[in-house]
C-alpha cells in the first residue's frame, strides 16, 4: 500500500472505529492520532514502515518531555491500527511486535502522586459538607465515602438510589469530549463494564442523600444537576468549583476531585479491605489495576507470604 501512515490511520478511524467504539474512546483516539501528525513518522508510506521507525517515534516521545501514560497510548493506537493493517496485508510483518516502552526512570515528567486527604483533613472537610449549604455536597461526601468517579457522581439520578437496601447503582457517567472546547454527555454504561456496579453506601453517606432528597428540590431527574439547566446534570467544572469552595472553608488544601476517590480506597486499606473487594467497589476492570495504583499502601505482601510459607 502506497498511502502515507496518517492517511491510512485517518480512514480506518473514520471507516472502523468511529461507530466502534465509546464516543469517549474514540475521542481519545483522536487526541492521539493528532500528537502522532506533529511527528515525522505521520508521513511515512505505509509499506516502508518498520519497527525502527516506531521505535524512534517513541524515543523522540521520550526526548520531548512527554509522560509514560501519554507514550502508551501512542503506542496503543499505532499497535490497534497496524494489527489492522497486518489482518489486511496491508504491511507484510507484524512490525508493531518488536517495540518497547521506555523504562520509566528514562522518562523526565514524572508520574502523578497518589494524593489523598490525611484524617485531619477529612474531619475538617466534613464539619463543612455535612452543613449541606448546598446539594453539591452531597455528591463530594459520594465521592469520599463510596469511591465514586466524578463523573459517576454528576450522572446520579434519583431512580439510581435503592433506598431500601442502603445501595446506589452506577451505570453512566458524564464524559468529556475535545480538547479545547470541551463538550459533555451523559454516556450509558459507566467508564467500563466493570464500572457498572451496586455498591452498598456507607451510613454517612446515606444519611447526607436522605437530606438531600428531602431538604431540596426535585425539579431534575438528576440528583446534581445544573442549575442553568436542569434537564442536565452539573459540569465538570461546577463540581471543582465547589470543591474548591468546602476546601477553603474548612482550610484544607485542594487537591482535586480524584484525591475524594483516593481517600476512599485508602480508608478502604486502613480498615483492612481485601484489594479484591476494594477493586469491585472501585470498578476496576481488573484487580490488577487496583493492586497497581495503590501498591503503596499494598507494600510488597512479605509478611503475607512469611505466612503462607510458615
Known amino acids: 500500500m502506497n498511502k502515507r501512515l496518517d492517511e491510512a490511520m485517518r480512514e480506518w478511524l473514520v471507516n472502523y472505529k468511529r461507530n466502534t467504539v465509546k464516543v469517549s474512546t474514540y475521542d481519545r483516539l483522536e487526541i492521539s492520532y493528532k500528537l502522532m501528525l506533529r511527528y515525522s513518522i505521520s508521513s511515512e508510506r505505509l509499506d516502508r514502515l518498520n519497527s525502527d521507525d516506531i521505535q524512534s517515534y517513541l524515543n523522540a516521545l521520550v526526548d520531548d518531555g512527554y509522560s509514560l501514560s501519554t507514550i502508551k497510548k501512542q503506542l496503543t493506537l499505532l499497535t490497534s491500527y497496524l494489527k489492522y493493517a497486518y489482518s489486511r496485508s496491508d504491511i507484510k510483518l507484524p512490525i508493531y511486535m518488536g517495540v518497547r516502552l521506555p523504562v520509566r526512570e528514562k522518562v523526565k515528567k514524572p508520574a502523578k502522586e497518589?494524593?489523598?486527604?490525611?484524617?485531619?483533613?477529612?474531619?475538617?472537610?466534613?464539619?463543612?459538607?455535612?452543613?449541606?449549604?448546598?446539594r453539591q455536597y452531597c455528591a463530594i461526601v459520594l465521592m469520599m465515602e463510596n469511591g465514586l468517579r466524578a463523573g459517576?457522581?454528576?450522572?446520579?439520578?434519583w431512580s439510581d438510589?435503592?433506598?431500601e437496601r442502603r445501595a446506589i447503582r452506577i451505570n453512566k457517567t458524564v464524559v468529556r469530549i475535545g480538547t479545547k472546547n470541551k463538550s459533555t454527555f451523559v454516556q450509558d454504561g459507566a467508564?467500563?463494564?466493570?464500572?457498572?456496579r451496586r455498591i452498598p453506601l456507607s451510613s454517612r453517606a446515606y444519611d447526607i442523600l436522605q437530606r438531600t432528597a428531602t431538604e431540596f428540590d426535585r425539579k431534575s431527574e438528576y440528583i446534581f444537576y445544573d442549575e442553568n439547566e436542569p434537564s442536565k446534570p452539573a459540569t465538570y467544572d461546577q463540581l471543582r468549583w465547589r470543591l474548591k469552595?468546602?476546601?477553603?472553608?474548612?482550610?484544607?488544601?485542594?487537591?482535586?476531585?480524584?484525591?475524594?476517590?483516593?481517600?476512599?480506597?485508602?480508608?478502604?486499606?486502613?480498615?483492612?479491605?481485601?484489594?479484591?473487594?476494594?477493586?469491585?467497589?472501585?470498578?476496576?476492570?481488573?484487580?490488577?489495576?487496583?493492586?497497581?495504583?495503590y501498591i503503596h499502601l499494598y507494600g510488597d505482601a512479605l509478611e503475607e507470604m512469611r505466612s503462607v510459607i510458615g
Not at 497518589?114 to 448546598?134: C, D, F, S, W
Not at 474548612?250 to 484489594?275: I, M, Q, S, W
Open 245 to 293: 469552595s468546602v476546601c477553603k472553608k474548612a482550610e484544607v488544601p485542594y487537591k482535586g476531585n480524584h484525591a475524594l476517590r483516593h481517600t476512599f480506597a485508602t480508608n478502604c486499606y486502613n480498615r483492612g479491605c481485601d484489594v479484591k473487594i476494594l477493586s469491585k467497589l472501585l470498578g476496576h476492570a481488573d484487580v490488577s489495576i487496583t493492586y497497581n495504583i
Open 114 to 134: 497518589i494524593e489523598a486527604y490525611n484524617p485531619i483533613e477529612q474531619k475538617k472537610l466534613m464539619g463543612v459538607l455535612t452543613t449541606l449549604r448546598h
Open 161 to 163: 438510589i435503592d433506598w
Open 152 to 157: 459517576e457522581a454528576l450522572a446520579l439520578k
Open 191 to 196: 467508564k467500563s463494564k466493570s464500572s457498572n
